[in-house]
């Protein structure tokens, strides 16, 4: 039987080691490679084609996610599993939509590595499920689940860095249906500038 062949993108050297000795001892992984950098680990997938790619999310200059999209343009056949210490739902909504078939916590036990790494081998959806109640729900993020599909990616296009006219264009909407989604879901959020907005991306969610 063939190995389950693993590259890994990450710029955190001390975990890369730990995980690349993980994925050394088990039998049924071959792990092809390791880059800090996330363009030259891109040109690396796309050479060696690996079965799965392990990215993490906060790289230099670009989030794991975004680097996953152009990942997939040269490796479509990859498998992408997402690292990181976030347990942001907006995240694991931007990570499914851009095409990742799985999220690993860097605090996560060795069998949930291992087991997520073989699931997602076969083609299994491996995400984090997160429980929510009206009792202990973020009530940012009880708001957040609330807001319709073409608000959320909005709202990522905007932490991303896009303008009204770029989202425009990149979404075929009018500039008016744009600034009225915007202002709309800044609305629901309470949120008053886009710092407050990134913040719940990248920083909330947590359990």
Known sequence: MSKITIFHIDDHHLFSQGLS??????????????????????EKVKQLQPNIVLVDYFLPGKNGIELGKEIL???PQSKLILLTMEKSFPVFEAAKKAGFFGF????????????TILDVSQGLKVFLQIEYSDENEEPVMAKFRLLSKREKEIALLVVQGYSSNEIAEKLFLSLWTVNTHRRNLFKKLAFKNVAQLSALFHNMGET
């Open 104 to 115: 690993l916590s860097k605090s996560s036990e060795r069998k949930v590595v291992v087991k």
């Open 73 to 75: 343009k040269g490796s």
């Open 21 to 42: 000795s993980l994925l050394a001892d088990e039998g049924s992984f071959d792990l092809l490679g390791y880059a800090g950098d996330p363009d030259e680990g891109k």
